[in-house]
C-alpha cells in the first residue's frame, strides 16, 4: 500500500503495482481517508504543483449534503463548514440561512428578509380609480396612503397610478413617513422622511393612467418593523394650472383599511 507520494522525488522509485493504483487515484476519484475505486487507502498526499480536476468531484469520507464533510464540484461548487477569508470575497448573491429566516442581498445591494424575491407587502388595484387628483405647485403637492407592514421588510420599490395633463417637467418621488393618527380615519404622515426614492421624470408620462414604479436604492431601501402603520406617500412640487400630474384614487367605495391625506402648499 502506498503511504505517501511525493511525485517530485519519488515517481521513479514506484513499483509498477504503486503506479497501477496511483493511475486509479488520478483517473477516478479520491477520498481522503477512506477506501479508494482501485482498492488503497490514500493517507498523506504532497503535490508540488498544480490540480487540474478534468471530471467529477473531490469530497471527504464523511460528506453529508447539508450535515457534514465538504465537496468540491467540477462546476465549482463548494459546500464545508466553517470558513476564514482573509481577503476581500466577490459574488452576485449572499444567502444566509433558510426560509422563513432566509436573508439575501444581491449584486445590485438589494436585501431580503425570509424571501428570495421581492413581495409586495400591500396594494390596492387601480382598476377601482373613479377619479382623479392634480398634484402640482400651488395646489396639493403631496398625497399620502396609510398601510400597515406586517412582517420585518425592507422597502424597495412603490408604485402610483399615474398620469398627466398638458407638459409637466422636473422629477416626482415617493416617500415613507411614519404614521400619525388613526389608521384608517385620520392616518397622516409625521416627522421627516424615513426614506425617498430614486426621481422620476414627470415629463414621462402619457395622458394615460399607468402604474409608475418609484424605486428606493441604497441607503433609502428603509427596513420597515412589522406590525406596524407607515404613510408612502408621492411627491411633487412643479407644474402649475395647465401642466400637472394626475393620481388615480378611489372616491367613492374604497375599501383599502388606510386612508389617503393630502398636503397642499
Not at 486509479?24 to 481522503?32: F, P, S
Not at 403631496?142 to 398638458?166: D, H, M, P, V
Amino acid at each position: 500500500m502506498v503511504e505517501e507520494y511525493k511525485f517530485k522525488d519519488q515517481i521513479e522509485q514506484l513499483s509498477y503495482e504503486e503506479l497501477i493504483q496511483l493511475e486509479n487515484v488520478i483517473a477516478n476519484k479520491m477520498i481522503v481517508g477512506s477506501t479508494m475505486a482501485g482498492g488503497g487507502t490514500l493517507k498523506d498526499l504532497k503535490i508540488e504543483g498544480d490540480i487540474e480536476m478534468a471530471h467529477g468531484t473531490m469530497f471527504s469520507s464523511n460528506f453529508v449534503t447539508g450535515v457534514s464533510g465538504w465537496r468540491l464540484t467540477y462546476g465549482g461548487d463548494l459546500e464545508a463548514n466553517n470558513g476564514t477569508f482573509r481577503g476581500t470575497i466577490t459574488g452576485g448573491l449572499i444567502s444566509i440561512g433558510t426560509s422563513p429566516n432566509l436573508f439575501i442581498t444581491d449584486i445590485n445591494g438589494n436585501s431580503y428578509w425570509g424571501l428570495t424575491t421581492e413581495q409586495t407587502i400591500d396594494s390596492y388595484s387601480e382598476i377601482n380609480k373613479d377619479n382623479g387628483m392634480a398634484i402640482r405647485n400651488g395646489s396639493t403637492t403631496k398625497l399620502a396612503q396609510s398601510f400597515i407592514n406586517s412582517s420585518r421588510s425592507i422597502l424597495t420599490s412603490c408604485k402610483f397610478y399615474l398620469e398627466k395633463s398638458g407638459s409637466p417637467t422636473g422629477n416626482a418621488v415617493a416617500k415613507l413617513y411614519a404614521h400619525s393618527g388613526v389608521y384608517g380615519t385620520s392616518s397622516v404622515p409625521t416627522g421627516s422622511p424615513l426614506a425617498t426614492s430614486d426621481n422620476f421624470d414627470v415629463s414621462t408620462l402619457t395622458t394615460s393612467y399607468q402604474l409608475i414604479i418609484f424605486n428606493f436604492s441604497g441607503s433609502n431601501q428603509y427596513e420597515m418593523s412589522g406590525s406596524t402603520y407607515y404613510c408612502i406617500s408621492i411627491e411633487y412640487s412643479g407644474g402649475n394650472a395647465s401642466n400637472y400630474i394626475v393620481l388615480g384614487f378611489d372616491w367613492s367605495s374604497p375599501t383599502h383599511l388606510g386612508n389617503m391625506s393630502t398636503y397642499i402648499s
